[in-house]
């Protein structure tokens, strides 16, 4: 299995007294929870069996969509496909075609885990200015 790569998601911004932000999140590998692991989350297993498409709004929003995201036709693919992109999951668009059309309410839930997970897995890296960087 290839080992996940860190990648800086933010530029480094200069914060207050002079120490600089960097946020880093964990991508790359294969999805953290299966297809069919439902349970391993029970919050999003109730709400992804019971209303996916409340959930299905709930991840629109993570990506910046409308709430009307999920009416449209395709859109759970969309979704399922950015959210692998964005975070170099491996995987084929067949694999997502597949699981959303076959098994759409897992793939919500799957969608939401992973969401879950990798937001989890944000780090902020805060470093003091050096020398060179005090102006007298």
């Known amino acids: 299995s290839r080992a996940a790569a860190q990648v800086v998601v933010k530029q480094p911004v200069q914060g207050v007294g002079g120490r600089t932000t960097l946020t880093i999140v964990q991508s ?34 993570h990506h910046g969509e409308c709430l009307c995201w999920p009416l449209l036709p395709g859109s759970t693919f969309a979704l399922r496909v950015g959210t692998r992109e964005r975070y170099k999951i491996r995987g084929t668009m067949c694999e997502d075609w597949l699981a959303v059309h076959c098994c759409w ?4 839930c799957q969608l939401a885990r992973e969401l879950k997970q990798r937001a989890s897995q944000l780090y902020e890296v805060y470093a003091a200015p050096s020398t060179q960087d005090i102006f007298i």
């Open 28 to 61: 790359g590998g294969d999805w953290s929870t299966g297809l069919f692991s439902i349970c391993s989350d029970r919050r999003i297993c109730f709400c992804g069996l019971l209303c996916p498409l409340c959930l299905e709004c709930h991840i629109a929003r």
């Open 105 to 108: 309410p897992f793939a919500i």
